[in-house]
């Protein structure tokens, strides 16, 4: 049994973790569900010995321990299986669950290669998988490996399985597999944290659910003794007082226009429109594929079918360039990776989508860069010593406001937002969202792709929902609640 | 900003590095010092430099081009054999400088569009352009290049007692000082380096400028043919083999980082003097050969792990 208690972790003076407590009992598959950066990964990184907790204690069996390594973790049983499995496609099964304990002739290294095979086999099939132990474990589909990975973490004595999102890419008939096979080891003693946010799967397999929210602990339910709707409350429900502003603002013609728009594999038949002036939020859970959208509107993506139209005008966008040419910005979801070169300066990232502005004939004319950087370092409150501060020495707060910058200066008509204020504190916030008021009251029309449902309701004219890669409902302003919106996005059945 | 005077000792390292080195040289002999001598230094360098500042620019995009040599020798015996057929010495040279382009927007163009990594596009360039010299010189030098005063002066002149190879290489520091670090292009070339997809995202053509810096590096290489060309008197089919190591090692030691989007020019030509003084050096002071080649390795890798060290 692993009782966890007064956990607390922060990163960089941002708690992420306070005072959240969470047991686990033997022989129990227990949830843990939350929000986007409610705290479930920070939990269980603590508990596999990834991170070391600030403050609190785990208590395994009645004994505390301290974790420094996963490798710690792992004596006591704990394994955590990723949501991207650990498997080398290139080694054969058996290799791949003797991995790093493989069976040798003494010391030398010299592969007992047959009993392993043989074990191998002896196990898979006490898991109900029928492959052949000398098969290349890339050849197996994902459901497969994701049960060789859980044979992995039994031929390392686990008695405590983490599994995060372990669903997210099985099919039905895989996830019922995978569902059996959890059943018999929990027969067998042997625990489970569940990390998922597929309602409906949760209520099938799981006995007791643990919620986190913000950092905090919630609460503990269990299973048949609560409802969907209690569990979505408890996980949302916080108070939304006066943290958006207030924005008046003449909504126009309709400005973008996506028509069945489609990536294979990825997401299809994405329709929707937004007008001059309106700002409409796309929410979803992480993986339905709304930042893709975003990236195919842009051009960063190619798309497979379907239609764009500016202002009517059926329009081709093959490139960013093309998309910047029609006037569309997009404020990426990931600004370390996408949004900013962290070694350039502000006055660099800020140039680098308006060079055209800032030159005359090839030539950077520093005058008027130095005044397109200090007009939005102003206008936008970045706070910085200098202009010439390098990007990646900022808080995230001001990073963001960057990359705002950046996109402002191209004088969008479109501006699509991602996950706009990821990683930025409260203060920092509240200023964003006055930046994007703003930017709706001069008539721009702003797609805003955001994780955070009291941010989406509290910032949309309307929001419209994904779910794995489907547009599952489309919510008005007065009809905008927080339950409603999760619903379309786990899937769950449609709120009268 | 608190670290600013940090970032200037990092970028002047390689020059302090650079003033030890001709202190030392100078003071185990003196002659070094001799004006004949550093002239001397000084034009065996521009050949050397000249391909570095092109590589500069394709190692800012967090490439490589080991084509460079290969190129040095087809433009250099494509020009020979223009000269030596009588053709106009500026013709000549042009055709040879727009043959160096085009072998270096071909391995950009390689790079870019057939997506295969800069070290395999370039390794098998260096091969395919190193082929080709031999096929076109039959494997033989070509020499009787005729006494054209400009192009003689290319290699071997001087203008107010500097020699002209050094003018070349001043001139051509300017220029691509200025592109890299004032227009638009330059800009977007760190850009591609520092970051490809923030680059793409911000609706830079980083295909576009891939194929340009490489296009760079083979005008270079073909400027560098030129002048060797001229000095020697003839163009060697096997011209140029192992420049490309001399290139990198100018431009690592000036402190461009290997992963692109960090560095600057004027560390390469520091570089390439570093390179320059210390084999010079070593003949002066009587080093054999094949240790020198023991020493340049070394002195590459100590300056590589100082600048690591500087940067954790």
């Known amino acids: ?47 596999s010995g990834i991170y070391s907790k600030d403050a609190g204690e785990i208590k395994v069996d009645g004994e505390p321990v301290h974790f420094k390594s996963p490798k710690d973790a792992e004596k006591y049983g704990i394994v955590v299986i990723h949501q991207e499995l650990n498997i080398l496609p290139d080694l054969t099964v058996a290799e791949n ?17 047959r009993e392993m095979e043989k074990e191998a086999k002896e196990l898979l099939s006490k898991l109900g998988l029928d492959v052949h132990p000398k098969t290349r474990a890339g050849d197996l589909s994902v459901g497969k490996q994701q049960i060789i990975e859980i044979a992995k973490a039994i031929t390392s004595d686990a008695k405590y399985i983490v599994m995060d999102e372990p669903t997210a890419a099985l099919t039905d008939r895989e996830i019922q597999t995978l569902f059996e096979t959890i059943r018999e080891l929990k027969e067998k003693g042997i625990s489970f944290v569940y990390i998922s946010h597929r309602m409906e799967e949760i209520f099938a397999i ?44 003449e909504i126009g013609d309709v400005k973008l226009e996506v028509r069945n728009l489609s990536v294979k594999g990825i997401f299809e038949n994405i329709s929707f429109q937004v007008r001059k002036g309106e700002v409409v939020g796309m929410a979803g859970l992480m993986g339905a594929g709304r930042t893709e959208v975003g990236e195919t509107i842009f051009g960063y993506r190619k798309a497979h079918s379907g239609e764009i139209f500016l202002d009517g005008q059926k329009v081709t966008i093959k490139s960013p360039i093309d998309a910047m040419k029609h006037k569309i910005g997009y404020v990426t979801e990931d600004r370390k990776t996408k949004g900013l070169i962290l070694n350039f300066s502000i006055q660099d990232n800020v140039s680098l989508a308006n060079l055209k502005k800032v030159s005359s004939s090839g030539i950077v004319k520093k005058e008027k860069e130095e005044a397109l950087v200090n007009q939005y370092i102003e206008q936008l409150k970045i706070r910085t010593s200098s202009p010439k501060q390098a990007a990646k020495s900022l808080s995230g707060g001001n990073q963001q406001k960057v990359v705002l910058a950046k996109w402002l200066g191209t004088d969008p008509e479109i501006l699509i937002l991602d996950e ?41 004219d309307r929001v419209i929902v994904m779910q794995e890669g489907k547009l599952t409902g489309e919510v008005q302003k007065e009809e905008m609640t927080q339950e409603r919106i999760m619903h379309y996005a786990t899937g769950g059945e449609q709120v009268v | 900003m608190s670290n600013s005077s940090k970032d200037w000792l990092s970028k002047l390292g390689p020059l302090i590095g650079l003033i030890l080195l001709i202190i030392i040289v100078s003071v185990m002999n003196p ?23 092109g590589m500069t620019f394709v190692i800012l995009t967090g490439g490589i081009d080991l084509s460079v040599g290969s190129t040095l020798a087809l433009t250099g015996a494509v020009a020979a054999s223009l000269l030596a057929g009588g053709v106009d010495p500026f013709l000549s040279m042009g ?61 071997k002149g001087y203008f107010f007692g500097i020699p002209i190879p050094v003018i070349t290489t001043i001139i051509a520091f300017v220029i691509l000082y200025f592109i890299l670090h004032k227009t638009t292009y330059g800009r977007r070339v760190y850009a591609v380096g520092g970051n490809e997809e923030a680059a793409k995202l911000s609706g830079i053509n980083a295909d576009r400028i891939k194929i340009g810096v490489y296009a760079i590096s083979g005008f270079m290489a073909a400027l560098s043919a030129l002048i060797l060309t ?56 009587g080093v054999s050969s094949f240790w020198q080649q023991v020493v340049k390795g070394i002195v590459i890798l100590l300056a590589v792990l100082l600048d690591r060290k500087k940067s954790e």
């Open chain 1, 1 to 47: 049994m692993i009782q966890m208690s007064g956990i607390k972790k922060a990163f960089n003076g941002n708690v992420v973790l306070n005072d959240v407590q969470f047991t686990l009992e033997k022989g129990e598959i227990h949830a843990l569900m939350g929000e986007n950066g409610a705290g479930k990964s920070t939990l269980m990184k603590i508990l």
């Open chain 1, 97 to 113: 669950l003797f991995l790093g304990k493989e069976k040798t002739y003494g010391k030398l290294g010299i592969l007992k290669t």
């Open chain 2, 95 to 155: 055709v040879a400088l727009i043959l160096g382009l085009i072998l270096g927007a071909i391995n950009g163009v390689i790079i870019t569009k057939g997506k295969v990594a800069p070290f395999i596009a370039t390794l098998a360039t260096m091969t395919v352009y190193r082929g080709l010299t031999l096929v076109y010189t039959d494997g033989k030098p070509i020499s009787g290049l005729g006494d054209h005063l400009s192009f003689q002066m290319f290699g």
């Open chain 2, 31 to 53: 002659s070094f010092l001799s004006i004949t001598n550093i002239f001397n230094v000084l034009r065996q360098v521009s050949i050397s430099a000249i391909i570095a500042f």
């Open chain 2, 230 to 285: 001229s000095r020697l008197n003839s163009a060697q089919p096997t011209a140029g083999q192992a420049y490309e190591l001399d290139a990198i090692a100018a431009v690592v030691l000036g402190g461009t980082s290997l992963n692109g989007g960090k560095g600057w020019i004027f560390g390469t030509l520091v570089g390439a003097l570093i390179i320059g003084v210390l084999n010079n050096g070593m003949n002066l002071i």
């Open chain 1, 206 to 249: 799981c006995d007791r659910i643990t919620i986190l929210r913000d950092g905090q602990y919630v609460g503990v339910r269990n299973i048949p003794e609560t409802t969907f709707d209690e569990i979505v409350a408890m996980m949302v429900g916080r108070e939304l007082g006066e943290r958006f502003p207030e924005r008046k603002c």
């Open chain 1, 420 to 460: 706009p204020t990821r990683g930025v504190d409260i203060g920092a916030r509240k200023e964003i969202y006055h930046i994007i008021n703003n930017l709706a009251q001069e008539g721009v029309a702003i797609l805003m792709i955001s994780s955070e449902l009291p941010e989406v309701i509290g910032m949309a």
